[in-house]
């Protein structure tokens, strides 16, 4: 299973975005979907993950800002941000387990800054 990851960029403080994460290769079952994230000098953390049934969660220090979303047809992902600020900074990385077995993409980068 290949991942990647693409809708990163420069936003402005207060500004939007939404990520997204492709999937190719032979899928039987995702079990769940994550975005991560990880800002320089830090470790990477979760934000979000999509479990079967479609149950979401999130970490604290994003809830209500940020809305993870997937499309079960494509395999797809989707990460949207809004009010983003200087500390959504970091490179967000999302995260399948096919058949329980952990896939990761190469990131995609997202600078917030005036």
């Known amino acids: 299973v290949q991942l990647v990851e693409s809708g990163g960029g420069l936003v402005q403080p207060g500004g939007s975005l939404r990520l997204s994460c492709a999937a190719s290769?032979?899928?039987?079952?995702?079990?769940?979907m994550a975005w991560y994230r990880q800002a320089p000098t830090k470790q990477r953390e979760l934000v979000a993950i999509i479990k079967n049934g479609n149950r979401t969660d999130y970490a604290s220090s994003v809830k209500g800002r940020y809305t993870a979303t997937r499309d079960n047809a494509t395999n797809a992902s989707y990460l949207d941000i809004d009010n983003l600020q200087p500390e959504d900074t970091a490179v967000y990385y999302c995260?399948?387990?096919?058949?329980?077995?952990?896939?990761w993409g190469q990131g995609t980068q997202v600078t917030v800054s005036s």
């Open positions: 290769g032979t899928i039987v079952r995702i079990n769940a």
């Open positions: 995260r399948y387990w096919e058949q329980g077995v952990p896939y």
